[in-house]
């Protein structure tokens, strides 16, 4: 629209036109409005053009000046004043430049282009149209909460980039040395030390804006439930705040000192003000047809999916689903009442002495509760909600429940949050439950803190005033700290978050996660929900006892880097009981109705860890386990009706892994009695290569490689997706101008061109080396099988594998080369080559088979190291053996029988062998399916089941392709899916329908 008006204006300048004729163009970006040239004078004041809504209401007045024209110029500045005074909301402009009054106060202003050159900028344009929107608002009722979540939600964008401007403003005039009050830094810096180390300015303005829209929403909704027909203000804003909610009271002072913050953020604010003001709340409640204590937390979930949906996805508003949350309460309540006879179970009055040192200093003794309660990751309040609404539903006396939540039950409520909304609405919602029962001055201990980090040191805050925003913000942490130090906890319950990739690296925890490390395993307990879990753990061991209830991702169940974690928890705890939600074989990660979260795709599992402290020290505590299998609504149903109940069982413990899950003991016992494990058959295993810039170093296109490669060493240019960060490893273009072009293998049955450089991981040099042994090939394997897909999860190449070839829900892959490579040396003139299975291996082999190991034989009494990988490879694909033994080929290396005797052996070898043939032939293409097409460019991949056709374009095909072989899958890779989808775009050429009609051939044939 902007460039489309400027464009006008230019033309209507070439024609010397009058003022008035720019006033056409004008128009042209008043979409939607009517406008009246010239009314009817008022007064003296003769003003140019009428702005009227769609409704015929007048919205604003517009002056106009010749296009260009100085609108600071002496002349015109009576006139100016003398129409300021009169109309209340008006716009001056020159065309060019826009000065937009409310009650003859400068609201903003903004330049859309200058008149010499007319280069527009965008972001003047958006201004431009932000202060006409809130032009307009006046007009705008709000009943349909969509409509209004929408509003919200594009203000808000507009909040978090002038907070920003303001931040990165801030910054610059820090570092210039200029003087002033840097408030949005100070507060940033504080968060930043006390709660999110790595929070970057775009994050924290995020969660200012989110903060401020959000707190405005709760305060006009409290602002109707004191009196429907209020005036809402935003100087208001703060009083309605309930006192229980200390931090976002404060917060809201400051904002209602509107001198405090930049001109741009304060009109946003007035904006959103301006909206909520206008908003309908009785519509908006009867239209979320809720009961009033979910309004406010299902308005924030409409409000993310327009504001920022990918975050309702991600960090989610993925608020624990109540059945859950109920069941965990009421499975607390009966632990507490049978494993540590205490009566009244999670409603418990109950005192004990406590000491703790205070300060570092003073031995203090004190009376406290003694079932404290703490949701260390509070979220939205849930758990803390369903533990009021728990003991009230069973709270026999109502003329006392006033004096019971005061004297025991609020203080015995704990909760730590880290982020700023969340921690807004659990206030919110315990306020609305308690909220006929609270003192004037009662808050609640539902603290803003990172859990992790352990107690926060603060400062001297003699400095700062009770009415500072930062004085809060240690308030919060000195409270969090009082929880951590000053307390016995006796349960901690609630949601954890998952990141694998925890940024929490403090070192409180930090020191707590080395209870758990497991020979080279630190990546994978970098999951934010396992450092929950060991803080849980923490806490109930610092409290000598007590219960600990997540529900969390039941990876720790049984990964095998997570056996130290298992061991050290059996230490701790005397009874774990685990309900583990699972699916049944059909289950893919697209079965969104079987999930718990809908959003969250690992599975979980809800498990309650009890110290009671009856067992010996040394002794491990017990693990009963059951499962719910079924759709989302069978698992809530399940949960409802049951508790603790007879369904878990206790399951046996097996060294060294020991396994929190069912395993049969009998079919364990058969599995690693007289077999192998691919972990000491070979005597050298690397995972895949991996590169971390794939779109850079990898292509099935060779000279698209080399033209990518060699564009990226001329110019630096990363192709899109590819990190800044590659740039980095990459300066150093003479090692870069050494790499070689090879091959490998990208995905099952997918070979690619691949560019091996400094810029990859150097982690798999020596495989490389490998490479040059002749006949070489790799045995790729899962370690761990993290992935829904029963076990199937080997290949034999002739090309190192991919990290990721599995598919990349997959996880990494591990391989083994046949043989190992080495140059000359002291014994050898020439390179020569060995085996790469150890020689304890053979040995054994040759044992049960009666025949010698011989890489070199000259008659069939030997047999060599490709006949020990086909009989491995002919096991690794037996269905039999893989469904028999699925569980545990999954969970560690995989482990094949040792032959029995030769025809034992011989009979896999076989097996091995035929598939292996199928498998490393790149050359035989499937004869059975024929290309079809009037179009060779691939754009929408189908398969059509009915006709066995798979359709790359609309109308050009493979056809006799069958629903077995579009399905087939070795991981979670399905090759024909794949391997067509990841060339879209491209056009089919000879060689890629060879290429192709080879995948076929291999699918086909590894089915039958
Ligand atoms: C799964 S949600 C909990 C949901 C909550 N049970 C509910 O029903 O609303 C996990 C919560 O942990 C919070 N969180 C993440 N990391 C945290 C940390 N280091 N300290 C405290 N809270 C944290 C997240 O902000 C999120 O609100």
Redesign the pocket.
């Known amino acids: 629209m902007l460039p489309h008006y400027l464009k006008a204006l230019k033309d209507t300048q070439s024609r010397n036109a009058s003022e008035y004729s720019y006033r056409t163009d004008l128009k042209s970006i008043l979409k939607g409005l009517t406008i009246t040239d010239e009314p009817t004078k008022k007064g003296k004041n003769k003003i140019d053009m009428e702005v009227y809504t769609s409704k015929g209401l007048v919205s604003f007045y517009i002056e106009t000046k010749k296009l260009g024209e100085d609108l600071s110029a002496k002349k015109h500045q009576e006139q100016f004043e003398r129409y300021k005074k009169e109309f209340k909301k008006l716009v001056i402009t020159n065309f060019l430049d826009f000065e937009f009054y409310r009650d003859a106060v400068l609201i903003g202003k903004c330049s859309l282009a200058d008149l010499k050159t007319f280069t527009s900028s965008q972001s003047d344009f958006d201004t431009f149209n932000n202060l006409l929107d809130g032009f307009l608002l006046d007009h705008i009722k709000f009943s349909n909460p969509i409509l209004l979540a929408k509003k919200l939600a594009d203000k808000t964008l507009l909040l978090k980039k002038e907070l920003l401007n303001s931040l990165i403003t801030e910054d610059q005039e820090l570092e210039q040395g200029i003087k002033k009050k840097f408030k949005l830094l100070a507060y940033r810096n504080e968060f930043k030390r006390m709660l999110l180390n790595e929070i970057d300015n775009a994050q924290f303005a995020d969660l200012y804006a989110q903060t401020i829209t959000y707190g405005l929403f709760a305060s006009r909704y409290y602002s109707f439930q004191k009196d429907p027909t209020s005036v809402f203000k935003r100087s208001d804003a703060s009083n309605l705040i309930p006192n229980s909610n200390p931090l976002l009271k404060q917060f809201f002072d400051s904002i209602s000192k509107s001198s405090d913050l930049d001109q741009a953020i304060n009109l946003v604010i007035d904006d959103i003000t301006m909206i909520l003001s206008n908003t309908d709340m009785k519509d908006i409640i009867a239209n979320l047809k809720l009961a009033n204590n979910d309004i406010v937390i299902h308005f924030y979930e409409t409000f993310l999916e327009h504001y920022d949906p990918a975050l309702r996805a991600s ?1 989610g508003v ?3 689903p109540v059945e859950v ?1 109920d069941y965990i309460v009421k499975g607390v309540d009966y632990l507490l009442k049978d494993k540590f006879n205490i009566a009244d179970g999670i409603s418990s009055s109950e005192k004990q002495d406590f000491t703790y040192i205070q300060n570092k200093k003073t031995l203090v003794k004190k009376d406290v509760h003694k079932v404290q309660i703490l ?9 803390l909600n369903s533990t009021i609404n728990f003991i009230k539903n069973n709270f026999q006396y109502p003329s006392l429940w006033k004096e019971y939540v005061n004297k025991d039950l609020i203080p015995r409520l704990n909760g ?4 700023m909304p ?1 921690y807004v609405m ?1 206030h919110m919602k315990m306020y609305e439950l308690l909220k006929d029962c609270l003192n004037a001055d009662d808050r609640f201990n539902i603290y803003l ?4 980090n352990g107690s926060v040191e603060i400062p001297q805050t003699a400095l700062l005033s009770v009415s500072d925003l930062i004085y809060q913000l240690h308030e919060e942490a000195l409270g969090a700290n009082r929880v951590r130090e000053e307390q016995p906890v006796m349960v901690i319950m ?4 998952y990141n694998r990739d925890s940024k ?1 690296q403090g070192e409180f925890i930090t020191d707590l996660m080395k209870d758990y490390y497991f020979k080279g395993s630190s990546g994978s307990l970098n999951d ?1 929900y396992i450092k929950f879990i060991r803080y849980g753990q923490h806490l109930i061991e610092q409290n000598g006892s007590g219960v600990l209830a997540y529900i969390s991702s039941n990876s720790f169940l049984n990964a095998n880097t997570m056996q130290n974690m298992r061991k050290s928890l059996l230490k701790t705890f005397d009874e774990i009981y685990v309900l583990n939600f699972t699916f049944d074989s059909k289950w893919n990660q697209e079965n969104v109705k079987d999930r718990i979260f809908t959003t969250v795709k690992a599975p979980v599992c809800i498990s309650f860890f009890v110290k009671t402290n009856k067992k010996k020290q040394n002794e491990f505590g017990k693990v009963f386990y059951t499962e719910v299998k079924g759709d989302r609504k069978f698992k809530f149903d399940y949960l409802d009706q049951n508790t603790l109940n007879d369904d878990f069982k206790e399951i046996a413990l097996i060294q060294p892994e020991y396994y929190f899950i069912h395993q049969d003991n009998d079919v364990h016992k058969t599995y690693i009695t007289d077999s192998f494990s691919l972990e000491t058959a070979f005597k050298f295993k690397s995972t895949g290569v991996l590169t971390s810039c794939d779109a850079l170093v990898i292509d099935h296109n060779e000279n698209n490689l080399k033209v990518k490669v060699s564009t990226y060493l001329k110019t630096g240019d990363l192709p899109k997706g590819v990190k800044d960060s590659v740039k980095e490893r990459g300066q150093d273009v003479k090692s870069l101008s050494n790499g070689k072009f090879r091959k490998i293998q990208y995905r099952v049955f997918d070979t690619r061109h691949y560019f091996d450089s400094s810029l990859t991981d150097t982690r798999v040099e020596k495989l490389f080396k490998e490479e040059q042994a002749k006949g070489q090939i790799y045995l790729s394997y899962k370690k761990n099988c993290n992935d829904k897909y029963d076990f199937k999860h080997t290949l034999l190449t002739n090309r190192i594998p991919e990290y990721v070839s599995f598919g990349a829900s997959a996880g990494t892959v591990h391989c083994s080369p046949l043989y190992q490579y080495h140059d000359a040396d002291m014994t050898h003139a020439e390179p020569y080559q060995i085996s790469n299975f150890t020689q304890d291996f053979t040995d054994q082999i040759t044992l049960k088979i009666g025949k010698d190991f011989n890489d070199n034989p000259i008659d069939d009494t030997t047999f060599s190291s490709l006949d020990a990988m086909d009989y491995i490879y002919g096991y690794l694909n037996d269905k039999t053996y893989t469904s028999t033994y699925n569980q545990f080929l999954k969970s560690n290396y995989p482990r094949v029988p040792y032959p029995k005797d030769l025809d034992h052996f011989e009979s896999y070898r076989l097996k091995g062998n035929a598939l292996r043939s199928i498998h490393l032939d790149d050359s035989t293409q499937d004869t059975i399916s024929k290309f079809t097409a009037t179009d060779n460019k691939i754009s929408k991949v189908s398969f059509n089941p009915i006709d066995n056709k798979l359709f790359f374009n609309n109308t050009s095909y493979f056809d006799n392709i069958t629903n077995a072989m579009w399905e087939f899958k070795i991981g979670a890779s399905q090759p024909l899916k794949n391997w067509i989808e990841s060339r879209k775009d491209d056009d089919f050429d000879i060689d890629m329908v060879k290429e192709f009609l080879n995948v076929i051939y291999k699918v086909r044939n590894s089915i039958h």
């Open positions: 960090m993925w608020y624990t949350v949701d260390p990751a509070t979220g939205t309040g849930n758990f730590f949050e880290l982020m969340s659990a803190t990172n859990t992790l609630g949601n954890p978050p929490n934010d």
